[in-house]
């Protein structure tokens, strides 16, 4: 049973723990230096694993083959992007089935075997696409055969491993994402412009195939081997799946992180051609979107030491409503190069948080006991929102041929995210164990 405080009600719940915002911990913690020493393998084949993901890999990779692909076969930007909708569309279908295996399987076998299914369909892009169809095909077929390297798989090992220094650890796996959104666009656009975009498609596929399976390999093997993922007594604390579904809690986490991915994605797809129609050249705008990257790790990194130390809900509307001013100012006051730095690392910091408080908050309010099957529908919310904000965005700047209105629909997101999180109240003071 979970402490009847949890059960309380929220206004003197959250008004109480704000008086004390020093996170208790979940249960006994561990020494927090031996924890990072004892585990850093986890931590480095997690993070690169996220990073050669089947949404992120093939969202920042994508970008890289538009124009070659365009010129050998005439396809439309629009055409070849729609790649990413059905690969994201596939992701959350699949996250269900990926969140029930990661329960019942050996994570690390479910793992290493998607990220070599995943390495094989870029070789596959690379031999035999020669028409849209089949362009499409293999990238519905990277949906299916790649959902075990979705952020479920990564994150119920590093949640299930870490206790004192969770936050942290699971900030370190999601920075993945920034890391790719930094190297794999010059990585990728290297062996395209150099040696043309089928060769690309190979590199592409080292990338999960090789680099990340082999960290895989080398290190979550061990991670998981013998029951580690699930050691006594931390495993066993937490609620099932029907359990989760019944408490407010699950809903409000689902809506809040759906409404914060939308507001993120209106942000991240568009920074580019913002910042080209406020005046600054390609190369430029390029620039500041890899600074934007940079912020999304650093977010990450900072959201999860301090979630360690202090109660996550205030923490989220401090990294969060700052960004919603600076999402507006972005597009609607003059900006010269340094402004610009300025308000996107605010926006790539809340980005990053945002994504490493989605996988800590599961964790921290319904345990790991069935964290993967919990964490699939949340995680699924929020991929739904990236399908559905993209198109939403731009579609908006069409009809109104300004990102003005859409930039303050997104500095809305925002907030309204931190305060629904701000209700969530005290976290669960979990037993030992829980059978």
Same mark, same amino acid.
């Given at each position: 049973m979970i402490d009847s405080g949890f059960r309380q009600s929220e206004v003197g719940v959250w008004l109480g723990v704000i008086a004390n915002l020093r996170s208790p911990p979940v249960i006994d913690n561990q020494n927090p230096v031996?924890?990072?020493?004892?585990?850093?393998?986890?931590?480095?084949?997690?993070?690169?694993?996220?990073?050669?993901?089947?949404?992120?890999?093939?969202?920042?990779?994508?970008?890289?083959?538009?124009?070659?692909?365009?010129?050998?076969?005439?396809?439309?930007? #629009?055409?070849?992007l729609f790649a990413t909708s059905i690969v994201s569309i596939g992701a959350v279908i699949m996250s269900f089935a990926t969140g029930w295996l990661a329960d019942k399987i050996d994570i690390a076998r479910l793992i290493i075997a998607s990220q070599i299914a995943f390495g094989l369909c870029f070789v596959a892009q690379s031999v035999?696409?020669?028409?849209?169809?089949?362009f499409y095909v293999i990238y519905g077929v990277i949906a299916v055969v790649a959902a075990g390297t979705l952020p479920i798989t990564f994150t119920k090992i590093v949640a299930a491993r870490f206790?004192?220094?969770?936050?942290?650890?699971?900030?370190l796996t999601l920075a993945g994402t920034g890391l790719s959104g =930094?190297?794999?666009?010059?990585?990728?656009?290297?062996?395209?412009?150099?040696? #043309?975009?089928?060769?690309? =498609?190979?590199?592409v596929a080292?990338?999960?195939?090789?680099?990340?399976?082999?960290?895989?390999?080398?290190?979550?093997?061990?991670?998981?081997?013998s029951n580690a993922v699930q050691p006594p007594p931390t495993a066993t604390y937490g609620m099932e799946l029907g359990e989760a579904l019944r408490t407010w809690r699950y809903w409000v986490i689902a809506v809040a992180f759906f409404i914060a991915s939308g507001a993120a994605t209106g942000v991240s797809a568009n920074i580019v051609p913002m910042m080209t129609d406020r005046g600054f050249d390609r190369q430029t705008a390029a620039t500041l979107a890899g600074i934007f990257g940079l912020a999304v790790i650093a977010g990450r990194v900072i959201l999860g030491l301090l979630v360690d130390k202090f109660w996550a809900p205030p923490i989220a509307l401090a990294f969060l409503t700052p960004a919603a001013v600076a999402t507006v100012f972005l597009?609607?006051?003059?900006?010269? =190069?340094?402004?610009a730095t300025a308000l996107l690392v605010v926006i790539g910091l /809340?980005?990053?948080?945002?994504?490493?408080?989605?996988?800590?908050?599961? /964790?921290?309010?319904?345990?790991?006991?069935?964290?993967g099957r919990i964490f699939s529908g949340i995680f699924a919310a929020f991929i739904a929102a990236i399908a559905v904000a993209a198109p939403f965005f731009g579609g908006l700047y069409d009809a109104t041929k300004s990102y003005e209105r859409a930039m303050?629909?997104?500095?809305? #997101?925002?907030?309204?995210?931190g305060i629904m999180l701000m209700t969530l109240g005290r976290y669960p003071m979990w037993p030992a164990s829980k059978s």
């Open positions: 031996s924890e990072l020493r004892a585990h850093w393998g986890t931590i480095l084949a997690s993070s690169v694993g996220v990073m050669a993901s089947c949404v992120t890999l093939t969202n920042y990779s994508l970008g890289v083959f538009i124009v070659p692909l365009g010129e050998e076969f005439g396809w439309g930007r #629009g055409q070849v035999f696409t020669n028409d849209l169809a089949t206790e004192a220094r969770r936050g942290l650890a699971i900030g =930094f190297l794999v666009p010059p990585f990728a656009g290297y062996f395209v412009n150099t040696f #043309g975009w089928r060769i690309g =498609f190979l590199a080292a990338l999960p195939g090789i680099l990340a399976a082999s960290l895989a390999f080398a290190f979550l093997r061990k991670a998981t081997a597009a609607t006051v003059p900006v010269d =190069f340094a402004v /809340a980005t990053g948080a945002e994504g490493d408080l989605l996988s800590y908050l599961v /964790a921290r309010y319904f345990g790991v006991k069935a964290y303050e629909i997104s500095a809305v #997101g925002w907030v309204l995210c």
